[in-house]
């Protein structure tokens, strides 16, 4: 459905973060990257309710903020085995997939990431949970359309009612992702502090 | 907890059966997955829908082949995101070309009409030929055999830890869901819920990763230093190259029907 040049150059990108993220990760952190991707797998199942209907989360901001760089091997593994068994997704847009989902998560890794260390409190944690929840999403509707956009123009009413669909996901993936970086928090800070939170 | 058959929750997460047919497992699992992949690459190029029409029926005659029972196959395709239903639906007015049908201002083409149904064709066909082939694979395996394909070993690595604790998770995941009910509650559009599935989600977490670092240790006990043996698997055979050979002339054969129409 995608046109070639969007393909290859998604492709490209994935790839180039894909070897980045490779080398960065060593042996040791492969389990935790696993149960992540696993963890993204399974809540992808799950159907979550807003107003008369329901979303499947994405949860790439959270994602973002635990793993950094392996954010991107991780989400690319949940995204083949979604394709290979559940057959969601598809395997030629792979690559464009992985990108539209991971560079979102490391835009929150980036920016959000730097600040987890520096809140105290439920309420302020919450809301930067929230805050990378709801940039994860938004980042990744935007570059669905664009890629949807890119494609061809016949495609562009078609982008406009996918970006809307992305609204209640938005909704309620800030309020997930708020409520468990607030639950890490307490539970198990090392995750979200460690430098694995940040690109560095 | 809810009684389980053995190994039942493996099959609901992967597609794997308990005795898979002796035809398919008979073949290499190198052979299948590049065969799924070959199928992907020809049929992404097709646009005539009478030939993404036969390419759909063999796919769908090797998931019947395969033993992937019908209603299995047609879940996994209802849930075709949502995200293509729109672009079908909205294609046919978006293309210029004859008008087919006339809904108060919008028009709808043939031209548009065509290509959503070309869309339609090649996104399941590709999908079937996966289910069917790579997805009926034990993940393990399939893991083994991308390494054999030249996947980077950590990436491979990855993919088996995942594809082991999906199914722990799942579980865990479906124990906590009945914890939950178990004290009333109920989901509904509201700021509690949502919270409420951010503590599943991060309870999820914590739990796998306390999984994680006891696996890692007992690793470590036996002698692991962070690399996992990739088995030797069954060498290619002659029945592999046969097969292969039918899948080629397959191949071209739908190719060449495309240039003809």
Same mark, same amino acid.
């Given at each position: 459905?995608?046109?070639?040049? #969007?393909?290859? /150059?998604s492709?490209?990108?994935?790839? $180039?973060?894909?070897?980045?993220?490779?080398?960065?990760l060593?042996?040791?952190?492969?389990?935790?990257?696993?149960?992540?991707?696993?963890?993204?797998?399974?809540?992808?199942?799950?159907?979550?309710?807003?107003?008369?209907?329901s979303?499947?989360?994405i949860?790439?901001?959270?994602?973002?903020?635990?793993?950094?760089w392996?954010?991107?091997?991780?989400? =690319?593994?949940?995204?083949?085995?979604?394709?290979?068994?559940? /057959?969601?997704?598809g395997?030629?847009?792979?690559?464009?997939?992985?990108?539209?989902?991971?560079?979102?998560?490391?835009?929150?890794?980036?920016? #959000?990431?730097?600040?987890?260390?520096?809140?105290?409190?439920?309420?302020?944690?919450?809301?930067?949970?929230?805050?990378a929840?709801?940039?994860?999403?938004?980042?990744?509707?935007?570059? #669905?359309?664009?890629?949807?956009?890119?494609?061809?123009?016949?495609?562009?009413?078609?982008?406009?009612?996918?970006l809307? $669909?992305y609204?209640?996901?938005?909704?309620?993936?800030?309020?997930?992702? /708020?409520?468990?970086?607030?639950?890490?928090?307490r #539970?198990?800070?090392e =995750?979200? =502090?460690r430098?694995?939170?940040?690109?560095? | 907890?809810?009684?389980?058959?053995?190994?039942?929750?493996?099959?609901?997460?992967?597609?794997?059966?308990? +005795?898979?047919?002796?035809?398919?497992?008979?073949?290499?699992?190198?052979? !299948?997955?590049?065969?799924?992949?070959?199928?992907?690459?020809?049929?992404?190029?097709?646009?005539?829908?009478?030939?993404?029409?036969?390419?759909?029926?063999?796919?769908?005659?090797?998931?019947?082949?395969?033993?992937?029972?019908?209603?299995?196959?047609?879940?996994?395709?209802?849930?075709?995101?949502?995200?293509?239903?729109?672009?079908?639906?909205?294609?046919?007015?978006?293309v210029?070309?004859?008008?087919?049908?006339?809904?108060?201002?919008?028009?709808?083409s043939?031209?548009?009409?065509?290509?959503?149904?070309?869309?339609?064709? !090649?996104?399941?066909?590709?999908?079937?030929?996966?289910?069917?082939?790579?997805?009926?694979?034990?993940?393990?395996?399939?893991?083994?055999?991308?390494?054999?394909?030249?996947?980077?070993?950590?990436?491979v690595?990855?993919?088996?830890?995942?594809?082991?604790?999906?199914v722990?998770?799942?579980?865990?995941?479906?124990?906590?869901?009945?914890?939950? !009910?178990?004290?009333?509650?109920?989901?509904?559009?509201?700021?509690?819920?949502w919270?409420t599935?951010?503590?599943?989600?991060g309870?999820?977490?914590?739990?796998?990763?306390?999984?994680?670092?006891?696996?890692?240790?007992?690793?470590?006990?036996?002698?692991?230093?962070?690399r996992?043996?990739?088995?030797?698997?069954?060498?290619?055979?002659? +029945?592999? +190259?046969?097969?292969?050979?039918?899948?080629?002339?397959?191949?071209?054969?739908?190719?060449?029907?495309?240039?003809?129409?």
């Amino acid at each position: 459905m995608l046109a070639a040049p #969007v393909l290859l /150059g998604s492709g490209l990108l994935t790839a $180039t973060a894909l070897a980045v993220a490779v080398r960065r990760l060593d042996y040791e952190r492969i389990p935790q990257a696993a149960v992540l991707a696993a963890a993204f797998f399974v809540a992808s199942l799950a159907s979550v309710p807003v107003g008369p209907g329901s979303v499947h989360l994405i949860l790439n901001g959270l994602i973002g903020l635990i793993l950094g760089w392996a954010a991107v091997p991780a989400i =690319l593994v949940a995204l083949v085995m979604q394709v290979t068994f559940f /057959g969601h997704g598809g395997l030629l847009v792979l690559g464009a997939n992985t990108f539209n989902i991971a560079a979102p998560a490391l835009v929150c890794a980036a920016l #959000v990431g730097p600040f987890m260390g520096r809140v105290r409190g439920g309420a302020p944690l919450f809301a930067l949970g929230a805050l990378a929840g709801a940039l994860g999403v938004a980042l990744t509707g935007a570059l #669905v359309a664009l890629s949807l956009a890119l494609s061809d123009p016949a495609f562009l009413p078609a982008a406009k009612v996918i970006l809307a $669909t992305y609204i209640p996901l938005l909704l309620a993936e800030a309020a997930v992702t /708020g409520g468990a970086v607030v639950f890490l928090r307490r #539970v198990a800070p090392e =995750l979200l =502090l460690r430098r694995g939170g940040s690109l560095a | 907890m809810v009684a389980q058959p053995p190994g039942g929750t493996v099959s609901t997460l992967t597609l794997a059966a308990t +005795t898979p047919r002796p035809w398919l497992a008979g073949l290499d699992p190198r052979l !299948r997955v590049g065969s799924a992949l070959a199928f992907a690459g020809v049929t992404a190029s097709l646009d005539e829908p009478a030939v993404l029409a036969g390419a759909l029926a063999w796919a769908l005659a090797v998931a019947a082949a395969a033993g992937l029972p019908a209603g299995l196959l047609l879940r996994r395709l209802v849930a075709l995101e949502g995200f293509m239903v729109v672009v079908l639906v909205t294609l046919p007015f978006t293309v210029p070309g004859e008008t087919v049908l006339t809904l108060g201002p919008l028009t709808a083409s043939w031209a548009g009409l065509e290509r959503a149904v070309a869309i339609a064709l !090649r996104a399941n066909a590709i999908v079937v030929m996966l289910l069917a082939l790579a997805g009926t694979l034990d993940p393990a395996i399939l893991g083994h055999t991308l390494a054999r394909l030249g996947v980077p070993h950590k990436l491979v690595h990855l993919f088996l830890l995942t594809a082991r604790y999906m199914v722990v998770l799942h579980d865990e995941y479906r124990r906590m869901g009945l914890a939950m !009910r178990a004290r009333a509650f109920t989901p509904g559009g509201n700021l509690h819920t949502w919270r409420t599935y951010g503590w599943l989600v991060g309870m999820l977490m914590v739990r796998s990763l306390e999984r994680s670092r006891r696996i890692l240790d007992a690793m470590r006990c036996r002698g692991f230093q962070g690399r996992l043996h990739l088995l030797a698997q069954a060498p290619w055979r002659g +029945t592999d +190259t046969a097969a292969s050979l039918a899948v080629s002339v397959l191949l071209a054969g739908f190719l060449t029907l495309e240039g003809l129409a």
